[in-house]
DNA sequence: CACCGCATGTAACGTGTTACATGATTCA
DNA sequence: TGAATCATGTAACACGTTACATGCGGTG
């Protein structure tokens, strides 16, 4: 929904285009996450068929200004003041990964360990360099954000790899 | 993709049946993320269509056995061999949502911050109590993985006050 | 018998995402 | 003039997810 509420809460803000939605959300959250802008328009549609916003006429050259409205605003305002995901994490394709690697003949746990920690390492490396070139503060909260995450998953990795050499294959329960 | 890599992976350990799939994924990655038995058909049958599983005739008592074929065999090594995601994030909803926040009126960023980090932590007691009760090993891994992850999160909750006390509404760039 | 768990499946929907087509405007 | 950018939109698809229908077998 990330992208659907992202829209919502910047008309409810004030009414823009399909472009300037594309450029605002890029502004406000750098080039980790670049918006397709068919899928702005793809989701202003969804938004307009839930009731959430509505197309104003063609304001001035040519560009079609979407506004919010009520329904719209009470979402918004109910997505700031409830917390993300309280439960139900999205699907985390690494520990998954891991779950069955772990419980699978013929993987090397070690080699995946290996592997990821140094991808992660490497994406970490990334996102230090691009968080130099942030300009906008919400921008580098974001790239940290990331960082933060990379980093716990690289603790992660080393806390399988501590257990798994003192648990070997064969005393697994 | 993590639902279609993770039958297909059981796949390459052995011949399986739906419903047998489904009670090994939730065996090895704990009561977190329940696959409804439904998504097991579906993606089977897309499975089938991209060529990386066959059906095979029904074995004995009324068990529809899915066999993996050379290609799906190839996707699954190529799966562990790569590490998960080297760059392309899966977007964050609340990383996104507080570079909204923090660029926006009429947004209390520092409510948003204290009902998150409280819903967070409540996450983290809730994983506490539910690591007590995993038997497997796996399960154990999986859940330690969310925790992490929580951790890191309220971490960067704090950064984000702690960076916003500093550079406070009508600094920012 | 009725109920429950096992087992297979289907239809429908939701979001995310891309590829493509089409024009207008700007600028070298 | 031609290329690039702005701007709108559509068609198609992928995956995830749920609700529902169906049948079989055991058990109270």
Redesign the interface.
């Known amino acids: 929904?990330?992208?659907k509420?992202?829209l919502l809460?910047?008309l409810a803000?004030a009414p823009r285009y399909g472009y300037e939605l594309k450029a605002e959300f890029e502004r406000?959250?750098?080039e980790?996450?670049p918006l397709n802008v068919g899928q702005v328009y793809t989701t202003l549609d969804r938004l307009t068929r839930d009731g959430l916003v509505e197309p104003t006429g063609d304001d001035g050259g040519g560009h079609l200004y979407y506004c919010i409205t009520d329904a719209g605003r009470a979402a918004a305002t109910q997505?700031?003041?409830?917390?993300?995901?309280?439960?139900a994490?999205?699907?985390?394709?690494?520990?998954?990964?891991?779950?069955?690697?772990?419980?699978?003949?013929?993987?090397d746990v070690t080699?995946?360990l290996a592997?990821?920690r140094?991808?992660?390492l490497?994406?970490m490396q990334?996102l230090t360099a691009s968080k130099r070139a942030t300009?906008?503060?919400?921008?580098r909260?974001?790239v940290?954000?990331?960082l933060?995450?990379a980093?716990?998953?690289v603790?992660?990795l080393d806390?399988?790899e501590q257990?798994l050499s003192v648990?070997p294959i064969g005393d697994?329960?």
Do not use: F, N
Not at 79 to 87: K, R
Not at 93 to 106: F, N, S, Y
Not at 135 to 139: D, G, T, V
């Open positions: 929904m990330s992208v509420l992202s809460a910047l803000e406000r959250t750098g980790v996450w997505w700031w003041s409830a917390p993300v995901e309280p439960a994490p999205p699907r985390d394709e690494l520990a998954i990964k891991l779950a069955l690697a772990v419980t699978m003949h013929g993987v080699t995946v592997v990821q140094a991808a992660t490497r994406t990334a300009s906008e503060l919400s921008e909260l974001v940290e954000s990331l933060y995450a980093e716990a998953q603790r992660w806390h399988c257990v648990t697994r329960p």
